[in-house]
């Protein structure tokens, strides 16, 4: 691989946003690619790709390189070389960059790759929390799946089309996927590709959802004409797989405190022709209460550590904090004791989250059984999907009945 002087400065500008100004690096990738429109697909993958490794990598890069944050661009040169050499890519002879040992840094990476923590670039405080919630074994092959690149999965959306023929669609388009076994919606693409530009895309025929992702809303149980309150509907990943399985007949309540995700739901509900979902964004606790005990089926698709998605987001690992973690947990038994309310008697909650901390999950669920609200429910199975058993995102999803 030749690397290009402007696609190289990006990716070094890019990181320089997302480690020392604190900008998301999704958002900081689609301003920087936006800079040039003379960069064709192969030079957008280089920067998006190159930028999210050092985004994976940045503990184990950055103590190899020797630098420490805030990083000054002659840092992140460095940083990026230890990328290069490690990849074996071949060094520009750029005044930026400096003549770099390669055999001091492979003698670095192999020595701090026997300690985990360095190894899997992780912070202290996100390796001893694995280690206390999923034990040494499950946490070290876990944070090791969650470092993989995740693969790219569409949700085919039977309210326009059959997998089959979003499979031959995009074939014609030139992008091929595959069916992925046990996941009756998901088709995974061989190669990552914008599959946002296809035309199978602008007909609704498909959104980007993750294969276990996928599962929470089949998990639900929703049958055509039922009453369905998504109670943390975001931009309506979930609720749009919800329409499809209720064959747009009911109604699905899609409620979030955010009212801008809820206009970003709008649009792709309209795209993908589901016509039985009705937004209410959560501006009191009025908006709530009207709704308990009215629902056949409840969704607490609820804020999360997002531990189960580092795959698909690695600068969460240096964006979160311990402590934002003890908040959201405080959170979540919030809303399961307040949306539980929603369910009418005899209908069903599901409880998800995108984590594989047990404290997120069975552990609020089990707190839930065991309250006021909660002892008209009953658990009737629950799922805890890792990364390192499925290939997928991390999940967990609870599912409740109300007596
Ligand atoms: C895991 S995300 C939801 C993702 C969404 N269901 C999807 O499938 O695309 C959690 C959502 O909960 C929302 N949220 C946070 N606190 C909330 C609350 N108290 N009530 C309702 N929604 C809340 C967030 O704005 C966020 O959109």
């Given at each position: ?205 498909f959104e980007v959802q993750d294969a276990n992702s996928q599962l929470v809303a089949e998990f639900l149980d929703v049958k055509p004409g039922m009453r369905v309150v998504d109670t943390c509907a975001g ?169």
């Amino acid at each position: 691989m030749r690397l290009h002087r402007n696609l190289v400065f990006a990716t070094i500008d890019a990181l320089s946003d997302i480690f020392n100004e604190g900008n998301y690096a999704d958002k900081v990738i689609e301003k920087t690619l936006k800079r040039d429109k003379r960069w064709g697909s192969r030079d957008r993958s280089f920067i998006a790709e190159t930028v999210y490794e050092i985004v994976r990598w940045k503990r184990l890069y950055t103590e190899i390189a020797e630098v420490k944050a805030p990083y000054s661009r002659e840092n992140l040169f460095r940083v990026f070389a230890v990328w290069a050499t490690l990849r074996g890519v071949t060094l520009p002879d750029w005044k930026q960059i400096e003549p770099t040992p390669s055999r001091k840094i492979k003698g670095k990476f192999d020595e701090l790759s026997r300690i985990r923590k360095y190894r899997e670039s992780v912070p202290d405080w996100m390796d001893e929390l694995g280690v206390k919630e999923l034990g040494e074994k499950v946490w070290e092959k876990e944070i090791h799946a969650l470092n993989e690149q995740a693969p790219v999965v569409l949700r085919v959306n039977t309210l326009n089309t059959t997998r089959d023929n979003l499979r031959s669609v995009l074939n014609d388009e030139g992008i091929k996927a595959e069916p992925v076994k046990g996941y009756p919606y998901a088709l995974q693409l061989e190669e990552r590709s914008n599959v946002f530009r296809t035309e199978a895309f602008k007909k609704g025929f498909f959104e980007v959802q993750d294969a276990n992702s996928q599962l929470v809303a089949e998990f639900l149980d929703v049958k055509p004409g039922m009453r369905v309150v998504d109670t943390c509907a975001g931009a309506g990943g979930k609720t749009l797989h919800i329409a499809a399985l209720m064959e747009n007949k009911g109604q699905i309540i899609a409620t979030d405190i955010y009212e801008n995700k809820l206009k970003e739901l709008k649009r792709r509900a309209k795209r993908a022709h589901a016509h039985n979902i009705d937004p209410r964004s959560i501006e009191s606790t009025k908006v709530i209460k009207k709704l308990y005990g009215t629902a056949d089926r409840v969704l607490i698709d609820a804020p999360c550590s997002g531990l189960g998605v580092l795959s698909r987001n690695p600068d969460a690992k240096w964006k979160l904090q311990p402590e934002f973690i003890e908040k959201i947990k405080i959170t979540q038994a919030e809303i399961l004791n307040t949306y539980s309310r929603i369910v009418k008697d005899g209908g069903k909650l599901v409880y998800a989250t995108c984590s594989i901390l047990p404290s997120e999950n069975q552990g609020q669920v089990e707190k839930f059984l065991a309250s006021e609200h909660g002892k008209d429910f009953k658990l009737i199975k629950d799922k805890k999907l890792l990364s390192s058993e499925s290939g997928y995102d991390g999940f967990y999803m609870a599912i409740l009945q109300k007596n």
